[in-house]
């Protein structure tokens, strides 16, 4: 049985990497957090904070070996993963795994995963090298179709393409986009869905695969703009969900929490894509539930008890956003946004904004969905980022 005090390296210290920290924290362990800037919303809660290029190997190995963490948790995709395979050869403890990381981070290498070797439903896809190919391959999808960069985070370089005319647009957005040296996109069917829910899937030491409720949610542009739980599904839907989701996880092994994403059309669950760590819109497990996505994945990760997962009856998140380019940034609306009962606000402490940047969230609850999501809306509403 492992002692406490640990030390947990975070790779990646946005928002998501500072709850985590948080919770890290609450168990007494030592956090040191990397990340490409200073003043990262987890450094701001951080024993040590380091500055480095997160996709240069050799500064990334020299970090990790300076500090010699008990558990390294990637937080972000924009890492160069070469070193993390490296550096778990050489005995350090990647959550899940330097191999998870890898594939996750390139949508053709979970896409061809998930589709090949495991025979999940997927949308129908393709890959493209150049224009030209994107050109020749698109059409048989059937229009509109989506192009993405394969290695992207965020919907950053991610098009929807009505016909031919627009394929040479796309083509250059998701090369503009793109994160690293890969000069291919995915370009997929276009899926009319009802719903696009997370699915916050737990491996533990145990063996044992647990599961939250399913957390409905809606992007813009490829990016999470506002997430509810518990999302309605069938219990066939369900079933299909957990089923793939656990066949996944356990290919790829190790422990942790990975957030899977589904389309749902009609009856059938169609799967999208998965993050192997806590995901943007589980945030609303913060208010949803007695265990947050953040303290389920440090259980997880230090192999310490999960005895059971509660959600509330309905819970949202709304995102605030910041509409202009600001070298510092102050906000307005807080005492306003916190007036109703069973309502948080989380600022992240992001030290710049630029348009669409995610500075904040609204969290609610309510009697049921609806009112959850208009609580939360409220809320986020009130807030303004400013210049300082």
Request: net charge negative; glycine share 8%.
């Amino acid at each position: 049985m492992a002692s406490f005090p640990r030390t947990v390296m975070l790779l990646g210290s946005g928002e998501l990497g500072k709850e985590v920290a948080i919770a890290a924290q609450r168990l007494g362990c030592r956090i040191i957090a990397c990340d490409r800037y200073a003043e990262a919303p987890a450094m701001q809660v951080a024993d040590v904070a380091e500055v480095l290029p997160m996709n240069d190997a050799t500064a990334l190995r020299d970090v990790v070996r300076r500090h010699q963490p008990d558990v390294v948790i990637p937080e972000i995709e924009a890492l160069a993963v070469s070193a993390l395979a490296e550096l778990e050869h050489g005995g350090i403890t990647i959550i899940p795994t330097a191999r998870a990381t890898a594939v996750t981070m390139n949508r053709d290498r979970i896409r061809e995963l998930a589709a090949g070797e495991l025979a999940l439903r997927t949308a129908r896809f393709a890959f493209a090298a150049s224009a030209e190919e994107l050109a020749d391959v698109a059409p048989a999808l059937g229009w509109p179709v989506v192009v993405k960069p394969v290695m992207s985070s965020s919907g950053k370089g991610q098009s929807v393409v009505e016909g031919p005319d627009g394929l040479d647009q796309a083509w250059e957005a998701a090369m503009t986009s793109a994160r690293g040296t890969s000069p291919r996109v995915i370009v997929e069917e276009y899926l009319r869905f009802e719903l696009e829910i997370t699915l916050l899937t737990i491996r533990q030491h145990n063996g044992e695969t647990l599961f939250c409720a399913p957390i409905g949610h809606e992007q813009e542009q490829g990016d999470y703009q506002c997430s509810w739980q518990p999302a309605t599904l069938t219990a066939n839907q369900l079933q299909q969900a957990q089923t793939m989701a656990r066949t996944v996880t356990q290919n790829l092994g190790g422990t942790g929490l990975f957030g899977v994403e589904f389309f749902l059309c009609g009856d059938e669950v169609i799967f999208s894509e998965l993050s192997p760590r806590p995901h943007d819109t589980g945030l609303v497990t913060l208010i949803s539930q007695n265990l947050s996505e953040f303290e389920l994945h440090l259980r997880a990760v230090l192999g310490l008890p999960i005895p059971s997962i509660t959600t509330a009856e309905a819970a949202a998140s709304r995102v605030i956003l910041a509409k202009d380019n600001m070298d510092a940034v102050s906000y307005s609306g807080v005492d306003a946004a916190l007036t109703e009962p069973d309502t948080q606000l989380l600022l992240f402490g992001k030290p710049t904004a630029r348009p669409g940047r995610r500075m904040g969230v609204a969290l609610a609850k309510g009697e049921h969905l609806a009112d959850a999501r208009a609580k939360a809306d409220r809320a986020a509403a009130c807030v303004q980022v400013n210049q300082r």
